[in-house]
Antibody
Framework: EVQLVESGGGLVKPGGSLRLSCAASGFTFSNVWMNWVRQAPGKGLEWVGRIKTKHAGGTTDYAAPVKGRFTISRDDSKNTVYLQMNSLKSEDTAVYYC???????????WGQGALVTVSS | EIVLTQSPATLSLSPGERATLSCRASQSVSTYLAWYQQIPGQAPRLLIYDASNRITGIPARFSGSGSGTDFTLTISSLEPEDFAVYYCQQRSDWPPYTFGQGTKLEIK
């Protein structure tokens, strides 16, 4: 059974940084592209970014609102994907979900989410 | 960026009734569209991909149709556990992948 467990959420001041982790199990992690999707309180879903497998080049893509501030990385030896968030703004307040990629751009399996609150 | 518009925003129906949810794209996405279900307090779940293909384990009462700019998710006979928020998502023109704003399916 696929399991994705996010950690690292919390309260951070505007301009601060935070790193989320997502530990994966139940599948061959190194073979799967991974995504981050967020959901602001009471709002809809927003794709944040994606990292491909090393076999596919390990490249990343980001949504415009986070490009240059957020960085996705992966450690296949630890079956973990990370989301480094810098220069955080109040509008980054959301639940952040890590997801597996399905057919190169849908979101197959989801974690339970990690809440990030950016507030002074 | 492709904008997805879902209608209605809220749909009030009773168990056993048929639900029809709409998703319209600002430009053609071919059949590169998915539907997700989100029960309050839970993560979303992928139901349908490529407009009409059900994910393994999703009940047959869920079906998707459409191509180009107009898509429909149909739930043939509502069960109590189907009352949730439903999102469409396109993968035709990326990045970014975009979602609709959601349709809330509530019990009448």
């Amino acid at each position: 059974e696929v399991q994705l467990v996010e950690s690292g959420g919390g309260l951070v001041k505007p301009g601060g940084s935070l790193r989320l982790s997502c530990a994966a199990s139940g599948f061959t992690f190194s073979n799967v592209w991974m995504n981050w999707v967020r959901q602001a309180p009471g709002k809809g879903l927003e794709w944040v970014g994606r990292i491909k497998t090393k076999h596919a080049g390990g490249t990343t893509d980001y949504a415009a609102p986070v490009k240059g501030r957020f960085t996705i990385s992966r450690d296949d030896s630890k079956n973990t994907v990370y989301l480094q968030m810098n220069s955080l703004k109040s509008e980054d307040t959301a639940v952040y979900y890590c997801t597996t990629d399905f057919r190169e751009a849908y979101f197959g399996s989801w974690g339970q989410g990690a809440l990030v609150t950016v507030s002074s | 960026e492709i904008v997805l518009t879902q209608s209605p925003a809220t749909l009030s129906l009773s168990p056993g009734e048929r639900a029809t949810l709409s998703c319209r794209a600002s430009q053609s996405v071919s059949t590169y569209l998915a539907w997700y279900q989100q029960i309050p307090g839970q993560a979303p779940r992928l139901l349908i991909y490529d407009a009409s293909n059900r994910i393994t384990g999703i009940p047959a009462r869920f079906s998707g149709s459409g191509s180009g700019t107009d898509f429909t998710l149909t739930i043939s006979s509502l069960e109590p556990e189907d009352f949730a928020v439903y999102y469409c998502q396109q993968r035709s023109d990326w990045p970014p992948y975009t979602f609709g704003q959601g349709t809330k399916l509530e019990i009448k």
